[in-house]
């Protein structure tokens, strides 16, 4: 008997653009992107850039940046390109000088000046903001192949808040969103050979 069904084919509906997600698929084993779940901040014929949401750092941004103010938010690892560097998404639009608008109510990067002097007035909380170490970046055509090679499917970010869910659950989360096929690639184990 065949099925009418191929539970490894992405359903190509959505394509990628600046304020969706890419969410890996489950047997994507690359260190930086294995079960992640990006926000495109950047996409067109050049290229594309975006930052993995769901892969903490453990630390914070005082403790990378030198005369940061002391703030309670965790830095991210936003992916393995200029690792050396801060960026930031946030909720606060044009209070921050230079952002560039995501979405709706997401805006990426601007003056951090202007950061720093709010964060050390109190007029910011984390859940306004999300800082990253380093981004992901695709050259021309790069995540049109890996689309094509079925590495990530593309979702619209819903009510889904990339502000503030960034664990390991994101991943899980954002599929299970999907509908029913990607609920099953949610609970497909991370190693079956262990299984």
């Known amino acids: 008997m065949n099925l009418n069904y191929d539970f490894f084919r992405i359903d190509k509906t959505l394509k990628p653009k600046k304020g969706r997600l890419l969410i890996s698929e489950p047997f994507l084993q690359d260190a930086y992107f294995k079960r992640s779940v990006i926000l495109l901040t950047e996409h ?3 290229g594309s850039v975006g930052f993995v949401l769901n892969k903490p750092a453990k630390i914070t941004v005082s403790d990378v940046v030198e005369d940061f103010p002391e703030v ?3 830095l991210s690892i ?3 390109v200029a690792t050396d560097t801060i960026h930031f998404c946030h909720s606060l639009g044009e209070l921050v000088p230079n952002s560039v ?8 990067g601007g003056d951090f000046n202007t950061i720093k002097s709010l964060i050390k007035t ?8 999300r800082f990253f170490i380093g ?6 055509g790069q995540l049109e192949r890996e689309l094509s090679e079925n590495s990530w499917v593309v979702a619209d970010i819903r009510s889904w808040n990339i502000l503030t869910h960034y664990d390991k659950s994101a991943w899980k989360d954002a599929l299970n969103n999907l509908g029913e096929k990607y609920k099953m690639w949610a609970n497909y184990p991370e190693n079956p050979v262990l299984n």
């Open 44 to 46: 067109n014929k050049e």
């Open 72 to 74: 309670n938010a965790e």
């Open 78 to 80: 936003g992916g393995p």
């Open 101 to 108: 608008r995501i979405n709706n109510n997401i805006y990426w």
């Open 122 to 129: 109190g007029l910011i909380d984390n859940s306004q903001i």
């Open 135 to 140: 981004y992901s970046g695709w050259g021309e």
